[in-house]
């Protein structure tokens, strides 16, 4: 809730899906270590890991992506971990998980409305949630 409240904070990346160039991912601090193994209790209540910042810089030099260490490397999952993201060229909506070692690709469908949306949300890397436009293209 602090990072994206109203789940608008998007970044451009090259797709995790290797047919297709760059898309608008959808940041969702917890989604990439979704799987409850990566999960931690402080008082005795199971809370959910989240990634830093750096875990959406793939140039990154940081040796650790999230809080428990269950990300890898940037842009990676750990088992029962997603990411959502949108193709501007075929204007539909993927996701991406891993269960196991193999990655499953699912398109959730068209969406010609947020064309328009992506031009207005897009961010530059970086945590606090919309605040600097991206350069024009």
């Not at 809080?67 to 993201?85: F, H, K, N, Q, V």
Request: aromatic share 10%; proline share 7%; with cysteine.
């Amino acid at each position: 809730m602090i990072v994206s409240p109203l789940n608008n904070y998007l970044v451009e990346i090259a797709s995790p899906k290797p047919d297709q160039g760059i898309v608008f991912l959808s940041v969702n601090v917890c989604d990439p270590c979704a799987g409850r193994e990566c999960g931690y209790d402080i008082d005795g209540v199971r809370v959910a890991d989240f990634h830093s910042p750096e875990y959406l810089d793939l140039g990154s030099r940081a040796s650790r992506f999230d809080i428990t260490d269950c990300l890898g490397r940037p842009l990676s999952l750990a088992l029962g971990g997603y990411l959502t993201w949108y193709d501007p060229e075929s204007h539909e909506l993927w996701w991406l998980s891993r269960w196991g070692d193999k990655p499953s690709y699912e398109k959730l469908g068209d969406y010609e409305a947020l064309d328009d949306a992506v031009a207005a949300l897009t961010v530059q890397v970086g945590f606090g949630g919309p605040s600097e436009s991206a350069p024009d293209r």
